[in-house]
């Protein structure tokens, strides 16, 4: 059997900003208590990760993320190539 893990879902958000931000939402703030941050607290994660952890496509990633930009609940910053991952900060 494969390994489980699982994510802390804000159910107060869910009706405000949407099923898909509050599921991406809780995946990266997951993240952000276990892996590394940089000086400004940033945390990298490649966008397959992100896929991989909630069975997306790419495409409904990327918009997910970037709605999640735009509701200033992260911030992000692309990588510079696929060997890259971006860089993510939560803001609340």
Known sequence: MARRSFCK???ELLPIIGSD???????LENAAKVWKK????????????LMERTG?????????RARLVEL??????PGKNQNVPGKYKIKR
């Open 9 to 11: 879902l804000d159910l």
């Open 21 to 27: 931000e509050a599921v991406l939402l809780a995946i």
């Open 38 to 49: 940089d000086q400004n607290g940033y945390f990298a994660i490649f966008a397959t990760y």
């Open 56 to 64: 997306w496509g790419q495409r409904r990633v990327l918009r997910t």
């Open 72 to 77: 200033d609940l992260i911030d992000y910053t």
